[in-house]
């Protein structure tokens, strides 16, 4: 499967432990994008980067949440001293960064905060 | 405020008749409109988008900016066609997508 993948698929952790998802957009792909979906809604924008280079961050994003995507190629999203309300399906999307060019998802991570 | 509303959450039909997904948007400029479908079991991903005026698996949207709506269609639904259905909004260009809530719809034999 060349699309993009996001490890690991389903996360259980206990409210106040840190959890980090992965993922690796398709090669060729220089912008990564991060979405949070709930219960019944539509996915939400967190944050995305140009190559390595963060270059927005939703105001969705608490300080809690951190971004990283070293050397320009996989990403990772790190949640501290996670909520329940941080429960939510955590998608990854890539995308060649020419303007209007579609966004290819990956299956997302699953977190459920118990 | 950007806004896409999307006001049903399910919409069910017969096989071989027409479908409407409705879509209202909320944005003071140039709107880029898009549709995802979600198939079961199966990654979001593009239908189609406003601007390429592309028909993809028989469904078309017209973008309305008068009414600021993109409502998606097809003139005969197949069972196939079950499956969630999101309109975003992009403001800037950038990916930074606004999503309606989805539209689930269900295409019956």
């Known amino acids: 499967d060349t699309g993009v993948s996001q490890n690991p698929r389903h996360k259980i952790t206990k409210r106040g432990q840190n959890v980090t998802f992965r993922c690796d957009p398709i090669?060729?792909?220089?912008?990564l994008y991060w979405y949070r979906q709930t219960l019944g809604q539509g996915p939400e924008f967190l944050t995305y980067?140009?190559?390595?280079?963060?270059?927005?961050k939703s105001r969705l994003l608490s300080d809690r949440f951190s971004a990283e995507r070293p050397k320009g190629s996989f990403s990772t999203l790190e949640i501290q001293r996670t909520e329940q309300g941080d429960s939510a399906m955590y998608l990854c999307?890539?995308?060649?960064?020419?303007?209007?060019?579609?966004?290819?998802f990956g299956s997302g991570t699953q977190l459920s905060v118990l | 405020a950007q806004r896409v509303t999307q006001p049903e959450k399910l919409l069910s039909v017969f096989k071989g008749a027409p479908v409407e997904l409705k879509c209202n948007y909320s944005?003071?400029?140039?709107?880029?409109l898009f549709w995802y479908v979600q198939y079961s079991r199966q990654r979001l991903q593009l239908l189609l988008r406003h601007i390429s005026r592309e028909s993809i698996k028989g469904f078309t949207a017209d973008l309305n900016k008068g009414e600021t709506s993109f409502h998606l269609k097809k003139p005969f639904a197949q069972e196939e066609d079950s499956a969630m259905y999101y309109c975003?909004?992009?403001?800037?260009?950038?990916?930074?997508?606004?999503f309606g809530a989805g539209t689930r719809l269900a295409v019956h034999p």
């Open positions: 944005y003071s400029g140039s709107p880029e």
């Open positions: 975003a909004l992009d403001p800037g260009g950038y990916n930074k997508l606004i």
């Open positions: 999307a890539s995308s060649v960064g020419a303007a209007g060019e579609k966004l290819f």
């Open positions: 980067f140009q190559n390595e280079a963060q270059l927005e």
């Open positions: 090669s060729e792909h220089n912008r």
